[in-house]
């Protein structure tokens, strides 16, 4: 049976997310503050998880340029978000901006939005901050921000891989169906998060 590169991809996917989910089970507690504990943040919560996925299927949808432009635009805006979590600037709304970025990012999946380049990356842009801020708040006192940091942007690059991955279905029989859907589901998900029927 032949597979083309997309079913790798999809298959890869799978792979990686059912790793880090067997990884999420070992012993922590020595490793709390580090490397370890920066990879799993990203990963530890729906919420943040299904945004960055979001963000890496929206580029992929897209295509050329926002296939990487996103991707790198959320990251980047994050860690300036997570700056301001850590030096304690008071920003209002964080958890409902969280809950927001999964139901407006699956929605434009879902319905195929296709905005001017600079539109699409003001919308990550501006979803990553209440992202960072969150993760910025909850940085381990212990941690060393360097080692914790690199953890955290490794996670968080590949759950926009992921999505990416996923967003690549686009190109098989029906593929933009199941892409789309995928954004229906993300955006159910993080409808659940703001009438709390899904706890964070």
Do not use: C
Request: aromatic letters at 12%.
């Amino acid at each position: 049976m032949k597979y083309n590169k997309y079913t790798i991809n999809f298959l890869a996917t799978l792979i990686l997310f059912s790793s880090v989910t067997a990884f999420a089970h070992s012993d922590t507690a020595s490793l709390q503050g580090g490397f370890f504990s920066g990879f799993m943040h990203p990963i530890s919560g729906l919420d943040h998880v299904v945004a960055m996925i979001a963000v890496g299927l929206w580029g992929a949808f897209l295509g050329n340029p926002a296939i990487w432009i996103l991707p790198i635009t959320f990251p980047l805006v994050m860690a300036f978000g997570g700056a301001l979590g850590v030096v304690g600037l008071p920003i209002p709304f964080i958890e409902l901006g969280i809950a927001l970025s999964d139901v407006v990012l699956g929605i434009v999946v879902l319905l195929a939005f296709r905005p001017p380049m600079w539109v699409a990356a003001v919308i990550v842009g501006f979803f990553a901050i209440f992202h960072g801020y969150a993760h910025g708040v909850e940085l381990p006192s212990a941690a060393n921000p360097l080692i914790y940091s690199i953890g955290f942007v490794i996670a968080t690059g590949l759950l926009h891989l992921g999505g990416i991955a996923l967003g690549e279905l686009k190109h098989l029989s029906s593929g933009v169906i199941i892409v789309r859907a995928g954004g229906a589901v993300i955006s159910l998900i993080g409808l659940g998060f703001l009438t709390h029927l899904i706890s964070v």
